[in-house]
């Protein structure tokens, strides 16, 4: 798979931190993060079905947080909480620092 970066352009809010778009797969094995789409947005699969059940979008801030290494209450799902396409801001956080914690 080639390698792809979030573009801090696109996705940086000086005033709040960071946001990405966050794309869900739902009915996993695992929660885990699968990797950055060619559009820039971050697949994630997740445990919890369907997308929409408020039980999936607690599993992925609660993931989003651990693999950030930061508090779930600076994770907020801004658009998209029903579906799978969602809009993620993260506060006191960099795109730039947001693209290291996320790729290896």
Do not use: C, H, Y
């Not at 697949?43 to 508090?71: H, M, W, Y």
């Amino acid at each position: 798979m080639t390698e792809r970066k979030i573009d801090p352009n696109k996705w940086s809010d000086p005033k709040r931190g960071a946001a990405l778009t966050v794309r869900v797969v739902t009915r996993a094995a695992n929660t885990e993060m699968v990797g950055i789409q060619e559009d820039g947005s971050v697949k994630i699969r997740l445990i919890a079905s369907p997308a929409s059940d408020p039980a999936a979008n607690t599993e992925l801030v609660g993931f989003l947080a651990q693999k950030l290494g930061i508090g779930k209450d600076k994770i907020e799902i801004v658009q998209g909480s029903d579906g799978r396409e969602k809009i993620v801001i993260i506060e006191g956080i960099s795109a730039d620092e947001l693209e290291a914690r996320l790729t290896p």
